[in-house]
């Protein structure tokens, strides 16, 4: 068997999305999702220059000697450019593995871990009562955890707060970077006020997640996270940025609140210093953006030795193809903790048909061969990309600041 064609579809049913189409010589097919918010461009320039003529002619189930083709032949390692291109193909390669073999793939992967797997869901609100109203509204639709993100006094507008309450945010929201402004410590003061209000109203059983984004220095991080130990929070994610590994050790040293990180590494070595000093709990690296099935499987196996579990990215930045894999990931690996989830607009599923299903806060994975997500091409042409960039975030006296 032989990869007979390999192509580039971009869509933007509401936002852009790039996917693989793999097609061997024997009518098989495999798609893999190639989308990096805000750089989406950048991954199909690298797949058609570089990475797609030199697919032709190989063999599709040599999974694993392709990756090592596709990663030590570029010599310019890992970056998220290439492991979001590597990824793309890993990702549909597996998809006909699984299908030659008439399996859903967490059945290759070695079956089910799990019946069904945890997801939460994302509640914003301009102030801690709209908030509320979000957190509630999950509630009632069965979520079993939630991501709590709240508009702060005195900061005009926050990346992850939704501009309307009641509607999703959206990080790529303009053709030209928007501009925030940041304060930390008005954030450090409003925070445990938002968690106190959140286990007042809806009690101790319910998981909490929060975001910060990148956008507190160590120390800062660690009062955060002790000062919010009383509300037992599921997780504190991405509190600092991460290039600098040995950080988390510093917070870990100040707090028991669970640390989540990693949805902008692209390889176990981002990670390998965290999960081997069990400075983190959660690794949320995804499919999509570290090389594929391949190689977060390897991520997962290290993560596993040291008591980490994974807490896999999971916006709408992703397309279904990356969540239906995923979805198969999580009912496979042992050492699963939660899935990120934000439903997709509607135009969104139409064009990515799945088999997978939301269900009482969790994800039931299908029984479909493959991943279970395909794509109609015909109705992917009448959205056509546009631009679209993620924002920037100043301190209050201009200086370029992460949001
Ligand atoms: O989903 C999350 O936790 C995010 O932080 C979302 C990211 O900001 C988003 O994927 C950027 O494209
Ligand atoms: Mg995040």
């Known amino acids: 068997m032989k990869i007979e064609q390999a192509y580039t ?21 495999g798609i893999g999702d190639a989308t990096l918010n805000g750089r989406e461009m950048a991954v199909v320039a690298y797949l058609e220059e570089h990475v797609i003529p030199t697919l ?22 890992r970056g998220p450019v ?24 967490y059945q290759l992967l070695g079956g089910k871990s799990r019946d069904r797997v945890m997801v939460y869901g994302h509640a914003t ?37 939704a501009k309307k309450d009641g509607e999703p945010y959206e990080p790529a929201d303009a053709d030209l970077p928007a501009e925030h402004v940041w304060s930390t410590s008005k954030y450090l ?3 445990p006020k938002l968690f106190a209000a959140v286990r007042e109203r809806f009690g101790d059983d319910l998981h909490v997640l929060h ?14 996270g002790k000062e919010v130990e009383p509300y037992h929070l599921f997780w504190l994610e991405d509190c600092v940025p991460a290039e600098n590994q040995e950080a ?45 099935i391949t190689h977060v499987r390897r991520i997962a196996d290290l993560a596993g030795l040291y008591h980490v579990r994974t807490g896999f990215h999971g916006p709408t930045d992703l397309s279904p193809v990356c969540l239906g894999a995923a979805i198969h990931f999580d009912t496979w690996v042992p050492n699963f903790g939660i899935q990120e989830y934000m439903p997709h607009t509607s135009a969104t599923d139409e064009v990515f048909p799945h088999d997978y299903r ?19 091409e015909q109705l992917a042409k009448q959205y056509p990309y546009k631009r679209a960039s993620l924002p920037v975030n100043r301190l209050e006296d201009g200086t370029l600041w992460h949001w």
């Open 9 to 29: 579809i971009v869509t933007s049913p509401g936002r852009n999305f790039v996917t693989l189409k793999i097609v061997t010589d024997q009518g098989e097919y």
């Open 56 to 77: 032709i002619g190989r063999d599709p189930q040599r999974i694993e000697d392709i990756w090592h083709y596709l990663y030590r032949g570029a010599y310019w390692r």
């Open 82 to 105: 290439t492991m979001t291109a590597i990824a793309a193909v890993d990702m549909a390669l597996w998809d006909i593995k699984a299908k030659l073999a008439e399996m859903p793939l």
């Open 125 to 161: 609100g301009r102030d801690i009562d709209a908030c509320l109203e979000e957190v509630a509204r999950h509630v009632d639709e069965g979520y079993k955890a939630v991501r709590v993100q709240a508009g702060i006094p005195g900061i005009a507008s926050i990346y992850g707060v």
């Open 189 to 191: 003061n409003h925070v």
């Open 211 to 224: 975001d910060v984004h990148h956008r507190l220095t160590p120390i800062e991080a660690a009062r955060l």
């Open 248 to 292: 988390f050790g510093l917070i870990r040293q100040h707090t028991t609140t669970p640390l989540a990180v990693g949805e902008v590494f692209n390889s176990l070595f981002d990670a390998k210093t965290l999960i081997e000093n069990q400075w983190i709990d959660y690794i949320r690296t995804t499919l999509t953006h570290a090389g594929g």
């Open 358 to 376: 939301f269900e009482n806060g969790h994800f039931i994975v299908g029984e479909t061969p493959g991943h279970g997500v395909d794509i109609d």
